[in-house]
Nanobody, 131 residues
């Protein structure tokens, strides 16, 4: 029943910024408060990797080493919306970015994302960073 709708992808030059949004529908605000929300990305010929996660109940966030200090995951639970602020973009950030949700606690500092933890996925939004 849950649907994830993404927006904010596009093409930017290296050093630029984008903010991705993901809005969950088909669930109540209360239900949304019990999900792990995450962003994954997949570049052509490469494996899908977890970029960042946050639990809607709060707790620690996770960031891939490659994006630490540049990307920030946040949420507006009242709007069932997840964000990924991407600053200082690099060409290697070019990928299809996917919003995902799962019924998994991911607010602990030891959490590392796995695709198996996420049962709902958005359609993907393309991010292209040029030199």
């Amino acid at each position: 029943q849950m649907q994830l709708v993404e927006s904010g992808g596009g093409s930017v030059q290296a050093g630029g910024s984008l903010r991705l949004s993901c809005t969950a529908s088909g669930i109540s605000r209360y239900t949304y408060s019990s999900y792990c929300m995450g962003w994954f990305r997949q570049a052509p010929g490469k494996e899908r990797e977890g970029v960042a996660t946050i639990h809607t109940d709060g707790g620690s966030t996770y960031y891939a080493d490659s994006v630490k200090g540049r990307f920030t995951i946040s949420q507006d639970n009242a709007k069932n919306t997840l964000y990924l602020q991407m600053n200082s973009l690099k060409p290697e950030d070019t990928a299809m970015y996917y919003c995902a949700a799962g019924r998994k606690w991911c607010g602990s500092n030891w959490y590392r994302p796995s695709e198996k933890d996420f049962g709902y996925w958005g359609q993907g939004t393309q991010v292209t960073v040029s030199s």
